[in-house]
């Protein structure tokens, strides 16, 4: 059974920078699609940043595009999220995803393993 494990939200002022982490365990699997997604009150979960672990590629909505950076520490079976610039428009729960694959797919549906959530407040 994968575990997830979210940490590095916070709250930061509009114009301010947070990174976070997801942290993978219970697989052994090497090739997953990992992925960010936020989910603001009242409105829809959404893809924000995805990684295939096997190949390294990645994928970004367009609203984060030039702001957010994702990576991985192979090393430490970690995800990152490097949020720069922040906008009172990305304050959302953060949730890391996973699944065993040898792709990547945007869609909330796509995945199968989940975190409990981070918080990202951006105050104007």
């Known amino acids: 059974q994968v575990q997830l494990v979210e940490s590095g939200g916070g709250s930061v002022q509009a114009g301010g920078s947070l990174r976070l982490s997801c942290t993978a365990s219970g697989y052994t699997s090497s090739s997953f699609c990992m992925a960010w997604f936020r989910q603001a009150p009242g409105k829809e979960r959404e893809g924000v940043a995805g990684?295939?672990?096997?190949?390294?590629?990645?994928y970004y909505a367009d609203s984060v595009k030039g702001r957010f950076t994702i990576s991985q520490d192979k090393a430490k079976n970690t995800v990152y999220l490097q949020m720069n610039n922040l906008n009172s428009e990305d304050t959302a729960i953060y949730y890391c995803?996973?699944?065993?694959?040898?792709?990547?797919?945007?869609?909330?549906?796509?995945?199968?393993?989940w975190g409990q959530g981070t918080q990202v407040t951006v105050s104007s």
């Open positions: 995803a996973a699944r065993s694959a040898s792709y990547c797919y945007t869609d909330v549906t796509f995945f199968n393993y």
């Open positions: 990684l295939h672990t096997g190949s390294g590629r990645t």
